[in-house]
C-alpha cells in the first residue's frame, strides 16, 4: 500500500458524507465553462477597441490550436512542523513532508515520511509522523502503552497492515507509525519518547489549486528528485480523490492519446485497471517547457468519459518557482 493509499483511506470517510449532489456540481461546471466563455468575448471585444488586456486564457478540451497559455502564479507557502524526533532507527531519511491548513476540507495537519531511500508511487513508508488538530480521531482500539515521552493517553495499534503509536501533545494529536510493519512497538514507542518542539526548516512549496487541495507537499522520487504535489477532493462520488504532481521527471505516456489541451499544450490520457477497490483509474499527463504536470484519479474502475473533467482540475493548478527544501533526503 502506497502512501498516497494510506493517506486516501485516512481522508475518503469524511469526504463521502460532505460530498455535494452530482447534478449540482455539473451545474455548477456549465455555469463556469459559461462565465469563461463570456470573458474571451469580452477581451476581444477589448482588443477591438485598442485596449490591450493581458489575459491569460486557459482551455480544457480545446483543439484550436491556439498558442500556450500562461499558467497562473502560486505564491510561496511556508509550513513549520510543531514536533521533530530525536531517535530515529538507522538508515531512515526523510523523504516526503506534507501540510493540510485550515481552509482545506480536510482537518489542519503535518505529515513528515521517513524510509530507507526514495519513495516510488509503490512503496508504504518505514516511518510517518502526523500532528493535527485534537478532533483527529484517535479511536478506542488498541492498547495503552507507556513511556512515550511528551505523548500522553498512549495506544498502540496493529491492524496487520500497518503499526502505530498515538496520543496527545499540548493541543495536538500525533501519531507516529509504520506503514510497511517494518519497525516494532518498541521502536515506534522511542520515536515517540523522543518528540521534542521543532526548529528545522519548514517545508516550502509554490503550488496551489485555489484552496480546495487536501494536502499539498514535497516528495523525493525513485531517483531523489523533488516532486511537487496536492491531493484534491472533488467532492463527486466516482472521483474522490485526485493527486496532481508538477515534476522534471517524464512520465511514460506510450500508449496514451493526446485527445485534450491544458494551458495550451496537447495532454496525453490514459486509463488504468485498479489493483484494488479504490486504486489508479486514470492518468493525464501534460507536458510543460521541461516540466510535466500529472493529474492521477484514484477510483474503484476506470472511465474514459472523465478526461474533460481531470483537464478542468488540471487547469486551476497554480505554479511558482522550485524552492529549496533542505530536509530532504536527510535523516
Known sequence: MSDFDTLLRDTLAGLADRAPAEAGVRAALRRRRSRRTWLVVAATAAAAALVVVAVPLLRAGDEGGAP???IPYAENHAWYFPLTPAWLPPGLTEQS?????GDSV??????RVWHTGPLGDDTSPALTLITGESRYPIGDDGTPIADTGPLVSAR?????????????????????????????RESLRQVAASLSASSEPPLRVAMSLGGQEIDTGVRAAEDGTPIRFLTYSTGIPEMLAMRIEYTSLAPDVSGAEPTRTVFGRRAYFTTHRPQDGRGLSETLAVPLDGHWLIARNYSAAPDPGRADRMAQVAEQVRLGPDLDNPWLGTP
Do not use: C
Open 68 to 70: 500556450p497559455a500562461r
Open 97 to 101: 513532508r506534507s501540510a493540510a491548513d
Open 106 to 111: 480536510n482537518w489542519p495537519r503535518h505529515k
Open 156 to 184: 498502540f495499534t496493529d491492524s496487520g497492515e500497518r503499526n502505530a503509536v498515538a496520543g496527545f501533545y499540548k493541543g495536538f494529536v500525533v501519531e507516529v507509525a509504520s506503514e510497511d510493519r517494518s519497525l516494532d
